[in-house]
């Protein structure tokens, strides 16, 4: 089954670190890009990057650099976003998406999303 | 402030059609840059619903269409259903940025 499943929801405390996984299943995995997408609660989808899986080059946007730290594993198919410093407006919920098999750069696949809740 | 400009809010009756606009620049919709479509019902993670302008994926209802012109992208919705009320996004790549942006959403209500 073609999908990618992320990894569970987190607490954490300001200043605190956090790394979400985003595996991935079905397809061949370094033939499709993933992009991060962040969506604060009750707002609207925020693009943040993305990662070359066939490099490993990372691209992020900007205002996701520097804390923002984008990974793979090729060999358990699975890309990583590493949030550091967490600040209370780093609440919100985290998608993973495969850029697609069309060539046109939309986001054909989605994950179910990691909410992290940052809070003393 | 998102470079692509949604209606925040669009309603429509059971069996009609509604009209979701995407509005850019010259520098992104009008440059030919292709704009892509996502439906996300509450609660869950965002569908691609149109992706190159006016292409459906596989299992997409053809009742959802979308088109381009100018600067500006539309997703049309037609026969709405009680089923479609979810939030609306537009999205592209500015691949002479290297970036993706998304349009702010529409949360089409269906009365």
């Known amino acids: 089954q073609v999908q990618l499943l992320q990894s569970e929801s987190e607490l954490k405390k300001p200043g605190a670190s956090v790394k979400l996984s985003c595996k991935a299943s079905g397809y061949i995995f370094n033939e499709f890009a993933v992009h991060w997408v962040r969506q604060a609660p009750g707002q609207g989808l925020e693009w943040m990057g993305w990662i070359n899986t066939a490099t490993g080059d990372p691209t992020s946007a900007p205002g996701f650099t520097g804390r923002f730290v984008y990974s793979l594993d090729t060999s358990v198919t699975t890309a990583y976003l590493q949030i550091s410093s967490l600040k209370a407006e780093d609440t919100a919920m985290y998608y993973c998406?495969?850029?697609?098999?069309?060539?046109?750069?939309?986001?054909?696949?989605w994950g179910q999303g990691t909410m992290v809740t940052v809070s003393s | 402030q998102s470079v692509l400009t949604q209606p925040p809010s669009v309603s429509g009756a059971p069996g009609q059609r509604a009209t979701l606009s995407c509005t850019g620049s010259?520098?992104?919709?009008?440059?030919?840059?292709?704009v892509h479509w996502y439906q996300q019902l509450p609660g869950t993670a965002p569908k691609l619903l149109i992706y190159?302008?006016?292409n459906r994926p596989s299992g997409v209802p053809d009742r959802f269409s979308g088109s381009k012109s100018g600067t500006s992208a539309s997703l049309t919705i037609t026969g709405l259903l009680a089923e479609d009320e979810a939030d609306y996004y537009c999205h592209l790549f500015d691949s002479g940025l290297g970036a993706a942006v998304f349009g702010g959403g529409t949360k089409l209500t269906v009365l």
């Open positions: 998406a495969r850029e697609d098999s069309y060539g046109a750069d939309s986001f054909d696949l």
């Open positions: 010259n520098s992104n919709i009008g440059a030919g840059y292709e």
């Open positions: 190159g302008d006016n």
